[in-house]
Every structure is written in structure tokens, then in C-alpha cells.
């Protein structure tokens, strides 16, 4: 747990931005946004988030469902012609918005350099 985090909220407050996968069977997270002011600000900016989108969408529809008091289904929508069955047709793309306050973290450390040893096994120098 981060000091000062607990229920009274003095974590550190970040926006957590989720998208489909290509195929629509897999969520991946692709956003992680911190946000400075506590928990209420960190709902306002992902409600903001919600209704104006992560990149451009002038010309996508768009359709916000409030699942709980701190997360979002987004729900775009994009229409183009098809020539060859001679009507339009839409895609749709789906994202998640969700308010998280970070209870732990521990940074990845460096990866250094091989061992010499190591390195010469790999090349099949032996030990």
C-alpha cells in the first residue's frame, strides 16, 4: 500500500483506460493517467474522459453508459461505404474508463547485462 492511502482516500488517484482487442474478446489496458485533487476530481475527469474520448473522434458516434459511481462503457461508432455490398456500414469499438485509487506499486527494475558466464554459454562457450 502506498503511504497515506486507506479509506479516507489519500492514495494517489488514477484513471484507468481499458480498450477491446481487435477481435472484441479481450479487454487491455492501454491508458494509465494519474490525476492530482483526490478521488472527486479523479470522477470528474474520467466522466469528462468518458464523454469526449482518449483521441479524436469527430465523426464517430459515441454512447456513454455509467456502469457504477467510477466506471464507463464507451461505446464509438464509426459508419463508411462499402462498394461492393452497396450500403453503409458501421463499426463499432468499445473502451472502459475506470477511477483507481493505487493501493501498491513497485517499479520493475533495470535489467542489467548478462554475466560473462552466462554469455558465454549462450554462444556455447561453455562455463
Same mark, same amino acid.
Given at each position: ?20 482487442? $481487435? ?21 470528474? @475527469? ?10 479524436? %473522434? ?7 453508459? @455509467? ?30 474508463? %475506470?477511477?483507481?485509487?493505487?493501493? $501498491?506499486? @513497485? ?7 548478462? %554475466? ?12
Amino acid at each position: 500500500m502506498t503511504e497515506g492511502s486507506g479509506m479516507d482516500g489519500g492514495g494517489e488517484w488514477w484513471i484507468l483506460v481499458e480498450r477491446t482487442t $481487435y477481435a472484441h474478446r479481450e479487454w487491455e489496458l492501454v491508458a494509465t493517467l494519474p490525476v492530482d485533487g483526490g478521488r472527486e476530481r479523479a470522477i470528474e @475527469r474520467a466522466a469528462e474522459l468518458a464523454r469526449t474520448g482518449t483521441h479524436p %473522434s469527430e465523426g464517430r458516434g459515441r454512447r456513454v453508459f @455509467r456502469t457504477s459511481p467510477t466506471n464507463w462503457l464507451v461505446e464509438t461508432g464509426s459508419a463508411s461505404w462499402d462498394a461492393s455490398a452497396g450500403a453503409s456500414v458501421t463499426e463499432t469499438s468499445h473502451e472502459r474508463i %475506470s477511477v483507481a485509487e493505487l493501493e $501498491y506499486a @513497485r517499479e520493475t527494475p533495470a535489467a542489467g547485462p548478462p %554475466s560473462r558466464s552466462r554469455l558465454r554459454r549462450a554462444l556455447g562457450g561453455g562455463a
